[in-house]
């Protein structure tokens, strides 16, 4: 028999102390600014009824979602009760209906954790993944969504991941235009997923795509006579506003432009008129943000004021956005690199076993002052623990060789300019607070 | 149709605002106490291979383990390849070996996450719940015991536990005192866990569960002896002391709890030479933290030398322990209650459309200062708003209505104390600042 493989499942990741510290850092980073904003954590279970997720993520989705066999005797027949979480949002969803009465009447919550989509493994998309949300339950007004708006803006900005761009529209701009161009209400979501690719495939794509989807002439020939235009965001602005709702969601949208614009620090809004976005339930305002370095999409999100009426009677106003965080965590690595050390900043070595009781109380005074410490468990001769703080990444070793001991004193050494200095045991602890301010 | 049940999936939980909030907070500050004691994170996946899982547990245990059904066609077939983990320590081993030439000689690893098992769902037991585990691969000297018992007991420490006791003891011991009295091997499985019940079940317990166990008489009779002495501790060390293999263990187990011992600020040990504990791959000194206020077991652990041959080739020395958080988050629950606030410290009101520019201006001040602060999105009028931010535990509450703009200031009210103050609009962050210190 051979030894089963020691790789994680594919599309799934094993993280070492470097990467995972890394990756901590950035979730504390989003958590303490989603804080900041109001927001508070809801926390739901990895898995769901199975009949919880079925019916909410298409035919495609359905496919990806990760079932768990009936426990038991029940295990033999094949069959599934259970499945691990496809997004944040159904559940949250769910959670919400579940517990409304136990809740204010606006709900601001976030949540930073794993979900799980079966689909083929490539680079920068995964089966487990993580997912950051923010939604605010509860409020129709366009505050939410400039609320939604800033505190994902903030965390970009905070992260500092350098320049972004929101790209902000509405459903009801994009049905004025549809209704304005005359295409039938069955041919929106073709014209539309045409019309997203714009700035990637530009306008002899978009033209390719609005032929092959047998559109009225008329419909194709508007479209790209604004998009050929001088100014085409000019031409498509005027033919959704001789429509009333295009109108209106226009005028939603630059109104949540207006509030955000002033009060971002990192990056820029803009309102634009032919941003579709996938999913069918938003039903107001949606939003993408793009990296300026990279063209990636790093979140997204809008208004889907009916998901509510799958789990309750009522409808409830609620609007929310995702941080695409696994592509921001690569920006990052690409921008700013990993930092290396895995050990405790300060590493105290151990002359030999007599010596074990004096290094522990040595650790113990180090970590009183708020130094982070740890003792050698390597063993050996003084030069293979010095490797080891190396290998670990410390910046500063104690030594209590025999004459140190007979001066009631300890060597500090820093290991990357390789200085030395003695230092009484008492007050060692202190120096090397000094010295790794 | 009915609607699905809301509830989470039997054996799971929701966390609120207020409980997540709690939660996060206690895992917090073990990673903290964690890396100041330089151990470092691992991460592994939600899923491992089911052949990763598969053998480690036993049989019982084997019965808990969650399946994952296979995708696309396969689906059909009802076969499971993956399986959600069961502990923490399976996934590192194999993380380990994988991984071994890009981890220095002695790994220091922390990890906090969940694990699933289908078990019986009851007060305090759960489908999905929480480990904080600490082990060190690669070092086989006894420091690397105390470490990882240090690193426990202070995590207990600073999270306020009101004390708790260590019960230490070894493999070799327990060896020792098997042979000592006779036990002959196949019986030391029953004879080992009816000793470990003493605390509970008391002398006349465990002798009818050894005399079920079918022991020879004379062992049975020699362990009822040294319990029913005056100093069953005395009796039960002398009796292992006659036998080299347990006298061994023993010291091993002394040596270590004199070096924990003077470095503990909030709980106790002991060298306990009937403590047993279930889990068959313990190799060496093992533990159990019990919490003095309610007997509860809330860590354990020990070394386990050999767990690493089913991953590789070579035998690594291990040990570790695993936190039973759970169980801590009940206790800490129950001795310091719940903090309620969920919402962002101060509370910015919104008098009317026009407003809302200022009313975001400001909240963006009070961030700037550091005070967590969130605009009112529930709209309506002024009592309405203070319901809202009351029923969010925010702290301050910002007014700025008519007469306020006038003046160009803003009144700022205290929730608890119902005080009120005015201040101009540029001085308003500072107040608060001062206010909420």
């Known amino acids: 028999m051979t030894k089963p493989s020691l790789a994680p499942p594919s599309g799934s990741r094993d993280f070492l102390p470097q990467e995972a510290l890394f990756r901590e850092r950035v979730f504390a980073t989003v958590k303490s600014v989603f804080t900041a904003h ?107 969504d400039v609320d939604v708006l800033l505190a994902l803006s903030r965390v970009l900005e905070v992260l500092g991941l350098k320049g972004f761009t929101i790209r902000l529209n509405s459903r009801q701009a994009l049905r004025g235009l549809m209704s304005a161009c005359g295409v039938p209400p069955v041919k929106h979501q073709a014209a539309l997923i045409a019309l997203d690719k714009y700035d990637k495939i530009g306008v002899d794509g978009v033209s390719a795509e609005l032929r092959a989807s047998d559109l009225p002439q008329r419909a194709t020939k508007s479209l790209l006579n604004d998009l050929k235009s001088n100014n085409p965001e000019a031409a498509l602005r005027a033919r959704i506003e001789s429509d009333d709702e295009g109108k209106a969601g226009l005028l939603a949208a630059d109104n949540i432009a207006s509030r955000v614009a002033p009060l971002l620090q990192g990056g820029m809004i803009r309102v634009d008129p032919i941003l579709a976005r996938g999913l069918d339930y938003y039903t107001g305002p949606i939003f993408e943000f793009i990296a300026d370095d990279g063209a990636d999409s790093i979140a997204g999100g809008g208004r889907y004021d009916d998901l ?65 410490a740890e003792v050698d468990l390597a063993g050996g001769k003084l030069s293979r623990q010095l490797k080891v703080a190396d290998e670990r990444g410390c910046r500063v070793v104690i030594v209590q060789g025999p004459d140190e001991k007979a001066a009631g004193e300890v060597t500090i050494k820093e290991m990357e300019s390789g200085n030395q200095r003695r230092a009484t045991k008492a007050n060692a602890p202190s120096v090397v607070k000094e010295l790794i301010k």
């Open 38 to 144: 109001g927001y508070a954590p809801f926390e739901t279970p990895a898995f769901e009824r199975l009949e919880t997720l079925s019916g909410k993520y298409g035919e495609e989705g359905e496919k990806l979602i990760f079932k768990i066999l009936k426990r038991g005797e029940k295990a033999a027949t094949g069959e599934a009760d259970l499945a691990l979480r496809y997004d944040l949002t159904v559940p949250a969803m769910r959670l919400y209906a579940h517990r409304r009465n136990d809740l204010p009447r606006v709900v601001r919550r976030y949540q930073i954790g794993p979900v799980w989509r079966a689909d083929r493994p490539g680079r920068g998309r995964f089966r487990e993944f993580y997912q950051c949300d923010v939604d605010v339950f509860g409020s129709a007004s366009p505050l939410a």
């Open 308 to 372: 509510a009426s799958l789990f309750m009677k009522e409808s409830v106003p609620v609007c929310g956005g995702s941080l695409g965080i696994e592509r921001i965590i690569m920006l990052l690595q690409d921008q700013v690199g990993f930092e290396p050390a895995v050990g405790a900043v300060c590493y105290v070595t151990v002359w030999d076993e007599v010596d074990q009781g004096d290094a522990l109380q040595l650790v113990a005074a180090l970590r009183a002052e708020g130094v982070s």
